[in-house]
């Protein structure tokens, strides 16, 4: 598996940004017990650099605040907000939505009312109210479909897909985004219409999508094919793995439990000698030099494969969504002899799940 093939003509949506009427995923902003609060560009990504500064006072149970809604860095120009107790506000933030073009768009700060170990606590939510949205046509299926800005720096592009599902589909199309199935990262590969597809561009204006023959993995079907070359040299392959149970352990050197579980997995390595394990590393090519340090720690060099292509492996695409997995590591999956996907998921605590389900293979041949 090493090319993204492209078996027909693209697919283009025509984008507009709209107002959203539901609310979107949210930011918790960072207070100290005077209300001083702020959001670092770390809490968000490097790539954005967006920081909203907000200082809150308390009115009674109610609550004033001044937010850096031009994005120059100071309170002094703004003017005071009220913010009910646990309520929302309107505020629109000054945003660059083009290389030349700065917009003010709607957010809403909302407050909410916790209670941490016995004592009450306010918590003060930052959430955006804009998305791209566009109709998805595809041979004789229509959809609604939206985008989520989910760095909030007013752009939909590719980056917002490393904070999380930021592509909605309609497919039941009864007018809701509802269930894993309509939520996806623009990074996976996206199912729609009995095709699957690869988002090749993305804008604040458009969206395009090629259909591919890159297939998903999936519990209880065949595994996809694939093929993968070690660091000690060695190429192995789905073919080459047939009738032989192993476990596929996808990580990357900046995911902590990742990291953290990889003498677990040379445990599992070692406990269930009739098992193969491979580790492989989904980082992008910038960080490939730290997988190397982790691996020659670890000292499963010769187990491993760093690929360096991040997001856009095709073999982390096909794999990465399995179960609805979103790209989210870590990552273990579970093929048995007879070539079959049998498990894929986080492992559990100290991989309890993935033994259980590896003694649950074996025990059954």
Same mark, same amino acid.
């Given at each position: ?8 003509? !693209?697919?283009? /949506? ?13 930011? =918790? ?69 083009? =290389? ?85 990262? =623009?990074?996976?590969? /996206?199912?729609?219409?009995? !095709? ?59 995911? /902590? ?34 997988? !190397? ?11 491993? =494969? ?60």
């Amino acid at each position: 598996m090493g090319n993204l093939a492209i078996l027909e003509a !693209q697919v283009t /949506v025509a984008l507009r940004r709209d107002r959203s009427s539901i609310p979107l995923p949210g930011m =918790t902003l960072l207070c100290d017990k005077n209300y001083n609060c702020g959001l670092a560009a770390t809490e968000l990504s490097k790539a954005s650099a967006f920081e909203f500064l907000i200082k809150i006072s308390r009115a009674g149970k109610d609550f004033y605040l001044l937010a850096d809604t031009n994005q120059n860095g100071t309170l002094a120009d703004e003017r005071r907000i009220f913010l009910p107790n646990s309520g929302t506000v309107a505020v629109n933030l000054r945003k660059r939505t083009s =290389t030349s073009r700065y917009e003010f768009l709607p957010f809403e700060i909302a407050h909410e009312a916790l209670e941490q170990s016995g004592e009450p606590d306010d918590q003060f939510v930052l959430r955006p109210r804009y998305i791209a949205s566009g109709v998805l046509s595809y041979k004789t299926c229509t959809s609604s479909i939206s985008l989520l800005d989910m760095n909030y720096d007013g752009r939909f592009t590719f980056a917002d897909s490393e904070r999380g599902t930021n592509l909605q589909i309609d497919k039941n199309r009864d007018g809701k985004f509802w269930g894993k199935d309509e939520h996806v990262r =623009t990074a996976e590969i /996206v199912a729609f219409c009995g !095709q699957n597809f690869l988002v090749t561009s993305l804008s604040n204006r458009s969206l395009v999508l090629m259909p591919t023959n890159l297939r998903l993995a999936k519990i209880n079907e065949q595994v996809p094919d694939f093929s993968m070359a070690l660091l000690n040299g060695h190429v192995i392959s789905a073919s080459s793995l047939k009738g032989k149970a192993y476990v596929l352990d996808f990580w990357a050197s900046w995911c /902590v439990p990742c990291v953290k579980n990889l003498p677990q997995i040379e445990s599992v390595r070692k406990e269930y000698g009739s098992l193969s394990v491979f580790s492989v590393n989904v980082d992008n090519g910038s960080r490939r030099a730290m997988a !190397q340090r982790i691996i020659d720690d670890a000292g499963i060099h010769e187990f491993t =494969t760093v690929r360096g292509l991040g997001n856009d492996d095709p073999l982390w695409k096909a794999f990465g969504g399995a179960n609805s997995n979103r790209l989210a590591i870590p990552l273990y999956v579970l093929i048995g002899k007879d070539s079959v996907v049998r498990y894929a998921g986080d492992g559990g605590e100290k991989l309890a799940e993935l033994k259980r389900e590896i003694e649950k293979l074996l025990s059954a041949f």
